[in-house]
T-cell receptor
Framework: GDSVTQMEGPVTLSEEAFLTINCTYTATGYPSLFWYVQYPGEGLQLLLKATKADDKGSNKGFEATYRKETTSFHLEKGSVQVSDSAVYFCALNYGNKLVFGAGTILRVKS | KAGVTQTPRYLIKTRGQQVTLSCSPISGHRSVSWYQQTPGQGLQFLFEYFSETQRNKGNFPGRFSGRQFSNSRSEMNVSTLELGDSALYLC????????????????FGAGSRLTVL
């Protein structure tokens, strides 16, 4: 079945450091790919999405590129801030059903 | 534009009881999905409703059920509660484009946190 694998956390970075959170997927067909973010005590917020191969999603300085050849959708940000501390979920959408990765906790120190 | 509203936000029940959670989608959204989030199992799909019909169901026992009303509002019910049902229950709504269903963006509510004692 469809699945998503994310790098385990927590990831701890200093402010202004470069961020990469790896995400790979297994799916039949060609799903859409998403990154969601969850702040403490809140629901999930859409961060960015990509609907087909080679699409790049971007938002708030975060970027991810849909790589069909490596079945990956790695999340990157050039300079993280303390306010980016949260849990990040990679997900695929096939048939309006989201399959999520386990989530990666990001902690940014000032 | 109001977001997805879930009620109640927090509730405590005891084993064997039942619970009903409510979700009001974004105006105009006709698809409503439910997810369970636990530390051990992560985020798992429960079911999806569109136009009052269940379109998709996850791998959960029959104690978990749901419905959708004509105004797109949805409820989910869990009967005979078990300790393992303690979780954050998230509702999400989407427009559900027939042209590109996989690109639909699900907007989530803040969740209902259920504690079973």
């Amino acid at each position: 079945g469809d699945s998503v694998t994310q790098m385990e956390g927590p990831v701890t970075l200093s402010e202004e450091a470069f961020l990469t959170i790896n995400c790979t997927y297994t799916a039949t067909g060609y799903p859409s790919l998403f990154w969601y973010v969850q702040y403490p005590g809140e629901g999930l917020q859409l961060l960015l999405k990509a609907t087909k191969a080679d699409d790049k999603g971007s938002n708030k300085g975060f970027e991810a590129t849909y790589r069909k050849e490596t079945t990956s959708f790695h999340l990157e940000k050039g300079s993280v801030q303390v306010s980016d501390s949260a849990v990040y979920f990679c997900a695929l959408n096939y048939g309006n059903k989201l399959v999520f990765g386990a989530g990666t906790i990001l902690r940014v120190k000032s | 534009k109001a977001g997805v509203t879930q009620t109640p936000r927090y509730l405590i029940k005891t084993r064997g009881q039942q619970v009903t959670l409510s979700c009001s989608p974004i105006s105009g959204h006709r698809s409503v999905s439910w997810y369970q989030q636990t530390p051990g199992q992560g985020l798992q799909f429960l079911f999806e409703y569109f136009s009052e019909t269940q379109r998709n169901k996850g791998n959960f026992p029959g104690r978990f059920s749901g419905r959708q009303f004509s105004n797109s509002r949805s409820e989910m019910n869990v009967s005979t509660l078990e300790l393992g049902d303690s979780a954050l229950y998230l509702c999400a709504s989407s427009l559900l484009s027939q042209d590109s269903p996989g690109a639909n963006v699900l907007t989530f509510g803040a969740g209902s946190r259920l504690t079973v004692l």
